[in-house]
């Protein structure tokens, strides 16, 4: 019998072509000999060649000139905008066959696999700001398909703050640190992005948005992604229909306080990378399903709004958003920079069957990735980089540039030739190769807008009108605090004018936090995007009333709440703990598929009633109810009796129940519980449909705890307590 001990292993990670390609780019230095760059061993790594011992360093040393010109040249210059990313490996298989919307091979195939890489990111921030930032996430998907690789380049939100890519240098110049002292960092609380956003009522949408719960998502893997875009599918036959993509997380779309948001920055900015990373280390894949709105050609103009205008998005309720496919991210990326942060993605890169329509902020990206992609990754040969490389061959007559990989053989790198037989050859559309819809343009050079993208408020109210009290609430908190932080009381007016354009109880509100009037600007007077010769009255906006009141799909309120897959639970204990009361909640928790955390005034080991020993996840000096969605308090009254004379206990419960979140305890535990400044506010009423009600459970039967405390977590929080809390956490 074998009686060596097992090693851990991390879960079985699924291998996909892609992985299998980059196997040859790996790297691992476990029992190698020290070379130069290109090959020669090195003698030592630890002196440089010097004229004597205390001479001067020779100008001949070339592993020290290597090795320190490599070092000046580690970093690449950032992305301008998503420049704080985490990303990961996975997989796309589509349902079932969409040949008569598309005829790209990965959507006609439910057999075959697609391996993909997705890379999420805030927007506004450098690389080395905080994840919780009130900011839009990127999420960009890299398909490997077996026509060419396809960039799903998106948001989680599904609207943009301007119609027109001419503008977008203007909005990030805006939303970026002022240049005069680089500050704020971030972060859009500043004058430079109001006043921008004040005079664009265009942005009026995406500005509910960004001031909504969306802004602050929970998790990487709890948050929608969009294709932002109108795009269109192709089918064999050259029939195309006008598509917007979605990605809906299987674990529900679930967001944190703001208040909360801030607090992690401090205890953990890399809160989202770390939830993404450690998920997939557990085995704990991350899945989204992959929806689309199909609207035929002969349907483009039914709607009150211009589905090619970016700041649009086509309500649900309208156009139901079919689910086609499920994508799951199984595994992390072996290296960071030669992944995570070289991964070059292109709005531009599509396959046959999937392309492009007129919108003008899409027209103005086409343009603008290539020309990031040659500075930040040093020229035009990004694409042989292992992450960027497509699975499928590639052959062009493209040649030479910075950083060349490929070894092109052969006499010619042109075409048409005689000498290579023509090779490489055109392909026919019967045999795969892209053409471009063939869509009628009969039209006169002009810089204007279509009148047809003129209506700037109508979804913005809508956003607003849909949302739950709760989510109504934090938007006027978070425009009254980005506005508060505003120095110029113009700007803070202008942009009151713009809010009664889209609810005037929401004007009112921010108002009177900031202690203003509503000031009477006339509607056209707002835009101060027109042209120099432009007729201000004709470029004001058309103010349309939305033929829906509300949106379901755009609140977060009925999102799925039937699991607990992955929430970190925190168990305060101390010596002298039950033993039952913990054990019974935290196995059926972790039955569940929670992560749990026993948390005690010191780390090392805690011992129970029963002399158990336990051992201690974290200490209250390096834990934050922040970084938890519950809290459990089992029994024992030693242990009790040491968590009332710890201060960092007590506040850990009162925050969490600031936060809203759900709060359970062994009826033995009470005196914790009456030690907090919510006392008062506990159930009297000790039944399942009190204690779900309020997020708050005190109960001496594990079995019946633990069944009610995970319904209490999958309901995520408990936002009626923020109105009548008074909680000085």
């Not at 040249?73 to 985490?86: K, L, Y």
């Not at 050609?297 to 649900?316: A, G, R, S, V, Y």
């Not at 290579?420 to 009628?440: C, I, K, L």
């Not at 949106?551 to 039937?562: H, V």
């Amino acid at each position: 019998m074998d009686n060596k001990k097992a090693v851990k292993t991390k879960p079985q990670q699924q291998e996909n072509e892609k992985t299998r390609q980059l196997s040859s780019s790996f790297s691992d230095a476990s029992g190698a000999s020290m070379t130069t760059n290109h090959g020669v061993k090195i003698n030592d790594d630890q002196n440089s060649l010097k004229a004597g011992e205390r001479g001067a360093t020779l100008l001949e040393d070339f592993i020290l000139r290597e090795k320190i010109t490599h070092f000046d040249h580690e970093r690449i210059p950032e992305r301008i905008v998503h420049a704080r990313g985490s990303a990961a490996h996975g997989v796309f298989k589509v349902y079932e066959d969409m040949s008569d919307l598309t005829r790209a091979a990965f959507l006609c195939d439910p057999g075959a696999e697609t391996p993909v890489f997705v890379r999420f990111s805030t927007v506004a921030g450098s690389r080395g700001s905080t994840d919780l930032a009130r900011d839009v996430r990127g999420f960009a998907v890299k398909f490997y398909t077996q026509e060419g690789n396809f960039d799903l380049v998106g948001n989680n939100m599904p609207v943009f703050f301007i119609q027109d890519a001419v503008k977008f240098p203007d909005l990030i110049h805006a939303v970026k640190p002022e240049p005069d002292n680089e500050m704020p960092q971030a972060a859009s609380a500043h004058d430079t992005f109001w006043d921008f956003i004040s005079q664009m009522p265009e942005s009026a949408h995406m500005v509910m948005w960004a001031m909504s719960d969306r802004a602050l998502p929970r998790s990487y893997r709890m948050m929608e992604g969009f294709g932002v875009h109108t795009f269109r599918f192709v089918n064999a036959k050259g029939v195309a229909n006008f598509v917007k993509f979605h990605w809906k997380p299987l674990l529900g779309v679930h967001a944190v306080a703001w208040d909360e948001a801030q607090n992690i920055s401090g205890k953990d900015p890399d809160f989202h990378r770390r939830d993404l990373w450690d998920a997939i280390e557990a085995g704990a894949f991350p899945e989204w399903e992959l929806g689309v709105q199909i609207v035929s050609e002969e349907d483009e103009f039914k709607f009150d709004f211009d589905i090619l205008d970016p700041t649009k998005l086509i309500p649900e309720e309208l156009v139901p958003v079919q689910r086609i496919g499920k994508m799951t991210l199984n595994r992390n990326p072996d290296n960071f920079f030669a992944e995570t942060e070289q991964v070059a993605f292109h709005v531009g890169h599509v396959v046959p069957g999937i392309d492009f329509t007129n919108d003008p902020l899409l027209q103005g990206r086409l343009f603008s990735y290539t020309d990031t992609q040659l500075i930040r990754l040093g020229g035009p040969n990004f694409h042989e980089i292992p992450i960027n490389r497509s699975v499928a061959p590639v052959h062009n007559n493209q040649r030479d540039g910075y950083m060349r990989q490929t070894i092109n053989r052969g006499k010619t790198s042109y075409g048409p030739n005689a000498i290579a037989a023509n090779d490489p050859q055109q392909v026919s559309e019967a045999e795969g190769g892209f053409v471009s819809y063939n869509e009628r343009i009969d039209a006169k050079k002009i810089r204007a807008r279509s009148r047809s993208f003129f209506d700037h408020f109508s979804q913005a109210s809508l956003f607003f009108n849909s949302q739950s009290e709760p989510e109504k609430n934090h938007i006027v908190d978070a425009l009254s605090f980005e506005l508060g932080k505003v120095k110029m009381v113009d700007i803070r007016e202008r942009m009151l004018a713009v809010l009664v354009q889209i609810d005037t109880d929401l004007a009112n509100k921010v108002a009177a936090a900031l202690g203003l009037s509503i000031p009477e600007i006339p509607l056209e007077a707002l835009n101060n995007s027109i042209p120099a010769d432009g007729d201000r009255e004709a470029y004001a906006s058309t103010n349309p009333k939305s033929t829906l009141e509300k949106s379901a799909a755009l609140s977060m309120a009925d999102t799925i709440k039937d699991s607990i897959k992955t929430r970190k639970i925190a168990i305060l204990a101390a010596n002298g703990v039950d033993e039952v009361s913990l054990s019974a909640v935290k196995d059926s928790l972790v039955a569940e598929g929670a992560v749990v955390h026993i948390i005690a005034p010191m780390l090392g080991e805690i011992k129970s009633t029963g002399k158990k020993t336990m051992a201690v996840d974290e200490s209250f000096l390096t834990a934050a109810s922040v970084l938890y969605d519950a809290v459990y308090i089992p029994g024992g009254s030693d242990a009790i009796n040491v968590l009332l004379d710890e201060p960092n206990a007590i506040h850990f419960i009162n925050e969490a129940f600031k936060h809203c979140k759900a709060i359970a305890a062994h009826q033995e535990a009470m005196p914790v519980l009456e030690a907090t400044y919510f006392a008062k506010q506990l159930p009297k009423d000790k039944d399942t449909k009190a204690a779900l009600a309020a997020g708050l459970l005190v109960s001496g039967d594990a079995k019946s705890t633990s069944e009610t405390f995970t319904k209490m977590i999958a309901m995520h929080r408990f936002w009626n307590r923020e109105k009548p809390r008074k909680v000085p956490a």
